[in-house]
């Protein structure tokens, strides 16, 4: 079945320290990558976005991400966390094997302490 | 600035009392979406408008339907709301099927 995993449920790091999450997904053929986040209290907002091109990706807020066809995955990536980066972050998929289903991974919820 | 505005915010109704949700765009997309999204799991699709033509995701209860009577505004009925019912229900709007989707607030739906 088609379908996105994000690996962490939910992690915790101090202030500075670097943040890996991971996403993986099992579509076949052309696919569009997407992370958003969701701060506490405020809606889904696009963080970045792969559609073709460079397989690495710069976002917002010093947010990157790496599309690895060999792996299907699309990891997300920040040197440095602050507190403010404490939110919900989703990875999700389109594809036109998907149809227009915009595919969500169950999210990896984010602390990060002062 | 341009959004997706979605009301009420919060929604308490009855077991079995239809309840409609709200949504409406500022961006001039052509896709509308709704989403349901129970706690601690990803957003899940009901179903999307590509201009007037509704496209009904196969798992989507009955007990779902929407309407859009223009470009900017979308609704969500639930015709009979059951306590399985209660969850965020996100609107969320694209240019065509294959960009970014942009997400409203959305609207927490309580069932008594």
């Known amino acids: 079945a088609q379908s996105v995993s994000q690996h962490n449920h939910h992690v915790i790091l101090s202030e500075a320290a670097s943040l890996e999450l991971g996403c993986n997904y099992s579509y076949g053929g052309t696919v569009n990558l997407f992370w958003y986040v969701q701060y506490p209290g405020q809606h889904l907002q696009l963080l970045l976005k792969y559609f073709s091109g460079d397989p690495l990706v710069k976002g917002i807020k010093g947010f990157e991400a790496e599309f690895i066809k060999s792996k299907f995955s699309f990891n997300l990536r920040k040197p440095s966390v602050q507190w403010s980066d404490t939110a919900e972050y989703f990875c999700a998929v389109n594809s036109n094997q998907a149809g227009t289903a915009l595919i969500f991974g169950k999210g990896t919820t984010l602390s990060v302490s002062s | 600035d341009a959004m997706v505005i979605q009301n009420p915010r919060y929604q308490v109704t009855q077991f079995g009392k239809p309840v409609t949700l709200s949504c409406s765009q500022t961006l001039n997309h052509n896709v509308m979406y709704w989403y349901q999204q129970k706690s601690s799991q990803a957003p899940k699709l009901l179903f999307h408008?590509?201009?007037?033509?509704?496209?009904n995701e196969a798992d989507t209860p009955d007990n779902f339907q929407s309407r859009r009577p223009n470009t900017s505004f979308c609704f969500l009925d639930i015709r009979s709301p059951g306590l399985g019912d209660a969850a965020m229900y996100l609107c969320a709007t694209s240019r065509g099927t294959y960009n970014e989707q942009f997400f409203g607030p959305g609207t927490r739906l309580t069932v008594l």
């Open positions: 408008y590509y201009d007037k033509d509704f496209n």
